[in-house]
């Protein structure tokens, strides 16, 4: 154990530089800012977007959230897709985008009301990053990664239950509602960890440090 060290990956010089576009979101995507959740990733079944969605549908069936708040989905369709095609619909208020740039990317992140990331599993989940990047509040299910990365940045994050209905609605409720005031007081801590120019300096750390002994 003495011998392994964690450095964190890096997210894109874009999530740093670029200040996102209103006039894109809305030309491009005829969204308007602050009106939807986000969902970036592959449109898979381990994403547990099936899950998710009938959440959403259900929370706006009863008026929980407001009739015009969308959930817009960013990625391609990939393993397990068929489980949820039928709930990928305008009607329902789902908004599917497809492959997205990065400079999209960055927008979609900064005017959503909350970016959600409800894994059955992941390896790390950089969508996490790149979300605190852009000061957006953030929805995310009790997996282990999750959890650790919530816990790193003073637990600022909306956790829900899998399996658990409620526990999500309860989360896309409070979104919905009070979305601006969460931001304004979100504070994730130092995010530069995740600049690849700090990224770089700690392996940079590790080697000089291998070399030394070495000699």
Known sequence: PAKIVCINDGIRDVFWNYEG????????????????????????????????????????????????????????????????????????????????????????????KAFVFPSLYEGFGMPIIEAMSQNTPIIISNIPTSNELNSKHNKQMFCFELDDKESLIE????????????????????????NFDNVAKEHFKIYSKVLDEAI
Do not use: C
């Open 171 to 194: 989360k896309f409720v409070e979104l919905d509602k009070n979305h601006s005031l969460i931001r304004e007081n979100l504070n994730y801590g130092d995010i530069s960890i995740y």
């Open 21 to 112: 576009s209103k006039t894109v979101l809305v030309d491009k995507f005829k969204i308007q800012p602050y009106t939807y959740f986000f969902f970036l990733g592959s449109l898979s079944r381990r994403k547990n977007l099936k899950f998710t969605l009938e959440s959403f549908i259900e929370a706006k069936s009863k008026k929980q959230i407001d009739k015009n708040t969308l959930m817009v989905l960013g990625g391609q369709k990939w393993w397990g897709a068929g489980d949820f095609k039928h709930l990928l619909l305008d009607d329902l208020g789902i908004k599917t985008l497809g492959y997205l740039n990065d400079d999209d990317i960055v927008t979609l992140y900064k005017y959503s």
